[in-house]
């Protein structure tokens, strides 16, 4: 274990954790906006209810994805200082672009999302709302092409031992990262879809036989359709993108593709491999080139044919992680859009119109369950995603031209990389209880009733005697 | 172009130390000035919409290094590895303070949040002048000093602010922390700007030093005659001239052994960037001088609780 290790762990770690957070920021801000809209347009009470209620949960996640990207910003320099210095006049300009382009405008508007509710007019506050949502969206796009320029680097040369960027527009419209970018920010939808899906299914069994029943469940009808809708729509961008990202791999990224189908050899005509001993036969070839009989490389000749062109050196990534995360993401991203195509044909009509009282009437009770139950399942995609994608690219930092072994910073030692690490690893930890905690707290206490009035302010006397179990009103801070 | 770009760094940590400036200050003095929960939420509530665009200040200003000063950005945060790690997690434990507290529904849990806004505050207002301090004289005492200085101006400046955008018991209150705080303030200034000014290279950092500390006693003088407005236009003039002074002395060498050309990225990559700044930044001075302008009024305590 040295210094470069936990400066990978570190990554890895602070990098997973991020991205637990960022797709529900990306989709759920879309969801929540869609809503405020629909009351704009209705003037319904519930599309207000429900603009109020998933906002809460928005921001208690906002917080999170903020404060964790941070680190992001920060890490590249602390750890990887060479990278840093390699790749800053290319790989810099679009992070720089992302603060100034798309952070301003998302931290900016939500302030005055949050705080602007009697302060603004009806349409500006929701315009804010759009303006910071279109902020967050338009940050990945930019995140992500630094991140694809890292697999598939173009539109620079090497002077004098670092990167130097010949042309903006050819790293802006990268391949690579124009597959990446819908892939990424379709897959967040679905992880919000999912969510969205999970609360409203988990409120539709709790309010059963309740007197809130009648009133809500229509609302949670709409929710319900409204994530269903989106997780479909995103899961056919998610499976079309990451077809377009197949065939790039084949091109630009052969070992990576080898790693997650685990070919040792170049082969023609390779089949698709299921889990292993249950294959298609041509099925890879066909996925990646559109011709059954094409070759595809195999990692030990790809292994051969590197050790030709950058000299002796282990250019194999860690296999099995491969392999199994490309399933994980696959199958998981899969059931979760199958679960909102099957939701979409459940909920087809309305049942039990003009007085819809029960869960059932709403959606069959087996299918909230699994609503709830499959909460987990788009983030494990994702996460397996991710851990394809990065651990797929080692041993480069940016493919064909820096090691990772490379790139590290030579001043750091292992004490301080480990004093970080840990640091990190226990704070994200309580972080993501007290995370958890808060949200299912307010998901359990559920939305608040009359949502077009400001809440009464219970007087805070018996409140002061005894600090520790007097309660605190939900203030105005959403 | 790279003295352009200097410049456009220098200015986006100025911007970044003005405005989270007293951020950080309302932050510290959570605890000092108020008397119960109503009070509390009046004092985050000044900061409660801004702090976060704030905050994306210094993320451009990194960023921004990144992109146009490679070399700089890598062996200022590598080489200065704990104290950055240490802002971060301040960051994040002021972060996520901030953004919780309207959410967490005990006492208990409200205090936690307090916790991280106030220690996060001091712990990042104090390393961002400890570290400056560093870079610029390399000594145990300029961090100390440089510390304690950036600390003790961002208090001041919350101070100010607070006192600004407050109205009842907490006004008063604010005021009088800003003059207890110039106390020591003013003597830190005077000890420290003269250290930063660089004579040799840049004469003009010493005329910035003198005007900030002029701003300063200004400041101070404004503030203890109830001109609040006036007092933080002195405050931020400080900063702004002290912040100058500080990145006239890194023009020479922004650290030790490291020219700014060495550091800077090719011209290609500084033209692109120069035009998508030029795009962007009056948009963003613009919807956030705005965002200041809808919550313009006053806060009380009645009106948050």
Same mark, same amino acid.
């Given at each position: 274990?040295?210094?470069?290790?936990?400066?990978?762990?570190?990554?890895?770690?602070?990098?997973?954790?991020?991205?637990?957070?960022?797709?529900?920021?990306?989709?759920?801000?879309?969801?929540?906006?869609?809503?405020?809209?629909?009351?704009?347009?209705?003037?319904?009470?519930?599309?207000?209810?429900?603009?109020?209620?998933?906002?809460?949960?928005?921001?208690?996640?906002?917080?999170?994805?903020?404060?964790?990207?941070?680190?992001?910003?920060?890490?590249?320099?602390?750890?990887?200082?060479?990278?840093?210095?390699?790749?800053?006049?290319?790989?810099?300009?679009?992070?720089?672009?992302?603060?100034?382009?798309?952070?301003?405008?998302?931290?900016?508007?939500?302030?005055?999302?949050?705080?602007?509710?009697?302060?603004?007019?009806?349409?500006?506050?929701?315009?804010?709302?759009?303006?910071?949502?279109?902020?967050?969206?338009?940050?990945?796009?930019?995140?992500?092409?630094?991140?694809?320029?890292?697999?598939?680097?173009?539109?620079?040369?090497?002077?004098?031992?670092?990167?130097?960027?010949?042309?903006?527009?050819?790293?802006?419209?990268?391949?690579?990262?124009?597959?990446?970018?819908?892939?990424?920010?379709?897959?967040?939808?679905?992880?919000?879809?999912?969510?969205?899906?999970?609360?409203?299914?988990?409120?539709?069994?709790?309010?059963?036989?309740?007197?809130?029943?009648?009133?809500?469940?229509?609302?949670?009808?709409?929710?319900?359709?409204?994530?269903?809708?989106?997780?479909?729509?995103?899961?056919?961008?998610?499976?079309?993108?990451?077809?377009?990202?197949?065939?790039?791999?084949?091109?630009?990224?052969?070992?990576?593709?080898?790693?997650?189908?685990?070919?040792?050899?170049?082969?023609?005509?390779?089949?698709?491999?299921?889990?292993?001993?249950?294959?298609?036969?041509?099925?890879?070839?066909?996925?990646?080139?559109?011709?059954?009989?094409?070759?595809?490389?195999?990692?030990?000749?790809?292994?051969?044919?590197?050790?030709?062109?950058?000299?002796?050196?282990?250019?194999?990534?860690?296999?099995?992680?491969?392999?199994?995360?490309?399933?994980?993401?696959?199958?998981?991203?899969?059931?979760?859009?199958?679960?909102?195509?099957?939701?979409?044909?459940?909920?087809?009509?309305?049942?039990?119109?003009?007085?819809?009282?029960?869960?059932?009437?709403?959606?069959?009770?087996?299918?909230?369950?699994?609503?709830?139950?499959?909460?987990?399942?788009?983030?494990?995609?994702?996460?397996?995603?991710?851990?394809?994608?990065?651990?797929?690219?080692?041993?480069?930092?940016?493919?064909?031209?820096?090691?990772?072994?490379?790139?590290?910073?030579?001043?750091?030692?292992?004490?301080?990389?480990?004093?970080?690490?840990?640091?990190?690893?226990?704070?994200?930890?309580?972080?993501?209880?007290?995370?958890?905690?808060?949200?299912?707290?307010?998901?359990?206490?559920?939305?608040?009733?009359?949502?077009?009035?400001?809440?009464?302010?219970?007087?805070?006397?018996?409140?002061?005697?005894?600090?520790?179990?007097?309660?605190?009103?939900?203030?105005?801070?959403? | 172009?790279?003295?352009?770009?200097?410049?456009?760094?220098?200015?986006?940590?100025?911007?970044?130390?003005?405005?989270?400036?007293?951020? !950080?200050?309302? *932050? +510290?003095?959570?605890?000092?000035?108020? #008397? %119960?929960? /109503?009070?509390?939420?009046?004092?985050? $509530? @000044?900061?409660?919409?801004?702090?976060?665009?704030?905050?994306?200040?210094?993320?451009?200003?990194?960023?921004?290094?990144?992109?146009?000063?490679?070399?700089?950005?890598?062996?200022?945060?590598?080489?200065?590895?704990?104290?950055?790690?240490?802002?971060?997690?301040?960051?994040?434990?002021?972060?996520?303070?901030?953004?919780?507290?309207?959410?967490?529904?005990?006492?208990?849990?409200?205090?936690?949040?307090?916790?991280?806004?106030?220690?996060?505050?001091?712990?990042?207002? !104090?390393?961002? *002048? +400890?570290?400056?301090?560093?870079?610029? #004289? %390399?000594? /145990?005492?300029?961090?100390?000093?440089? $510390? @304690?200085?950036?600390?003790?101006?961002?208090?001041?400046?919350?101070?100010?602010?607070?006192?600004?955008?407050?109205?009842?018991?907490?006004?008063?209150?604010?005021?009088?922390?800003?003059?207890?705080?110039?106390?020591?303030?003013?003597?830190?200034?005077?000890?420290?700007?003269?250290?930063?000014?660089?004579?040799?290279?840049?004469?003009?950092?010493?005329?910035?030093?003198?005007?900030?500390?002029?701003?300063?006693?200004?400041?101070?003088?404004?503030?203890?005659?109830?001109?609040?407005?006036?007092?933080?236009?002195?405050?931020?003039?400080?900063?702004?001239? /002290?912040?100058?002074?500080?990145?006239?002395?890194?023009?020479?060498?922004?650290?030790?052994?490291?020219?700014?050309?060495?550091?800077?990225?090719?011209?290609?990559?500084?033209?692109?960037?120069?035009?998508?700044?030029?795009?962007?930044?009056?948009?963003?001075?613009?919807?956030?001088?705005?965002?200041?302008?809808?919550?313009?009024?006053?806060?009380?305590?009645?009106?948050?609780?």
């Amino acid at each position: 274990m040295d210094a470069l290790d936990l400066a990978r762990w570190q990554f890895g770690v602070t990098t997973v954790y991020h991205f637990l957070f960022v797709p529900l920021t990306i989709g759920l801000g879309v969801f929540v906006a869609a809503m405020q809209t629909a009351w704009h347009r209705t003037g319904k009470d519930h599309y207000l209810t429900l603009t109020r209620f998933f906002g809460k949960l928005f921001l208690i996640n906002f917080a999170m994805g903020v404060v964790t990207g941070l680190v992001q910003e920060f890490q590249f320099g602390m750890n990887w200082s060479e990278y840093s210095t390699f790749v800053g006049d290319v790989f810099g300009a679009p992070l720089a672009m992302e603060a100034l382009l798309a952070f301003f405008l998302e931290s900016t508007f939500l302030g005055l999302w949050i705080f602007g509710w009697d302060r603004l007019p009806k349409r500006v506050h929701l315009a804010c709302l759009w303006a910071a949502v279109i902020g967050s969206n338009v940050s990945a796009y930019f995140i992500l092409a630094a991140n694809a320029w890292m697999k598939h680097p173009v539109g620079y040369e090497v002077v004098d031992g670092r990167a130097r960027m010949t042309d903006l527009w050819a790293v802006l419209t990268n391949s690579t990262a124009l597959a990446q970018v819908p892939h990424v920010v379709g897959a967040a939808f679905v992880v919000a879809g999912g969510f969205v899906l999970a609360v409203a299914g988990y409120r539709l069994l709790r309010e059963r036989g309740s007197d809130e029943q009648a009133r809500r469940s229509p609302m949670w009808r709409t929710a319900l359709r409204g994530a269903l809708v989106m997780t479909a729509i995103a899961g056919v961008v998610v499976t079309a993108s990451g077809d377009l990202s197949a065939r790039l791999l084949h091109e630009q990224q052969p070992m990576k593709l080898a790693a997650a189908e685990g070919l040792r050899h170049d082969t023609a005509g390779a089949a698709f491999s299921i889990v292993p001993g249950v294959e298609v036969p041509g099925m890879l070839s066909l996925l990646t080139t559109h011709d059954p009989n094409a070759v595809v490389q195999g990692t030990d000749d790809i292994q051969a044919r590197y050790e030709q062109r950058f000299g002796p050196a282990d250019y194999t990534p860690n296999l099995p992680v491969i392999y199994w995360s490309f399933r994980v993401m696959i199958g998981f991203g899969m059931a979760t859009v199958g679960l909102s195509v099957l939701g979409l044909w459940l909920t087809r009509r309305r049942r039990g119109r003009g007085r819809r009282r029960t869960t059932a009437q709403v959606v069959p009770v087996w299918f909230a369950r699994a609503c709830v139950l499959a909460l987990p399942l788009p983030t494990l995609a994702v996460t397996a995603g991710w851990l394809l994608s990065e651990i797929g690219r080692q041993p480069w930092t940016v493919q064909g031209e820096l090691l990772t072994a490379a790139s590290v910073s030579p001043g750091v030692g292992l004490t301080e990389v480990a004093i970080s690490l840990a640091v990190f690893t226990v704070l994200y930890g309580l972080l993501a209880v007290a995370e958890g905690a808060l949200l299912v707290r307010h998901i359990k206490a559920g939305p608040e009733d009359r949502p077009g009035q400001r809440p009464e302010r219970p007087t805070p006397t018996p409140a002061e005697t005894d600090p520790g179990k007097a309660r605190l009103t939900p203030t105005l801070m959403y | 172009m790279v003295t352009f770009w200097f410049i456009v760094i220098a200015f986006l940590w100025t911007g970044y130390f003005v405005l989270e400036g007293f951020d !950080f200050g309302v *932050g +510290a003095l959570l605890p000092l000035l108020s #008397r %119960g929960e /109503a009070e509390r939420r009046q004092m985050i $509530g @000044t900061i409660g919409p801004v702090w976060d665009g704030n905050e994306v200040w210094v993320i451009t200003a990194v960023g921004a290094m990144f992109a146009a000063f490679p070399v700089w950005y890598s062996d200022l945060l590598s080489g200065y590895y704990l104290p950055f790690f240490l802002v971060v997690v301040g960051l994040i434990a002021r972060g996520v303070g901030l953004e919780w507290r309207g959410k967490v529904t005990s006492r208990r849990e409200a205090a936690l949040c307090d916790a991280g806004i106030v220690t996060g505050s001091v712990l990042t207002a !104090f390393l961002w *002048g +400890a570290i400056f301090g560093h870079v610029v #004289r %390399g000594t /145990a005492a300029a961090t100390v000093i440089g $510390g @304690t200085l950036s600390l003790s101006v961002a208090v001041l400046h919350g101070a100010v602010f607070l006192s600004l955008k407050t109205a009842g018991p907490v006004r008063a209150r604010a005021r009088r922390a800003a003059l207890l705080t110039a106390a020591g303030a003013v003597p830190l200034a005077v000890l420290a700007l003269p250290a930063v000014a660089d004579t040799a290279a840049a004469p003009w950092t010493w005329v910035a030093a003198l005007a900030a500390t002029a701003a300063l006693a200004a400041g101070v003088a404004l503030i203890g005659r109830h001109r609040e407005g006036a007092a933080f236009a002195a405050t931020t003039a400080f900063i702004t001239l /002290a912040t100058a002074a500080l990145f006239g002395a890194l023009w020479r060498a922004p650290l030790p052994g490291l020219t700014v050309t060495e550091a800077a990225s090719a011209s290609y990559t500084l033209t692109v960037l120069t035009w998508i700044g030029l795009l962007a930044l009056p948009g963003v001075l613009a919807y956030q001088a705005w965002t200041y302008w809808v919550f313009r009024k006053r806060l009380t305590a009645a009106a948050v609780s």
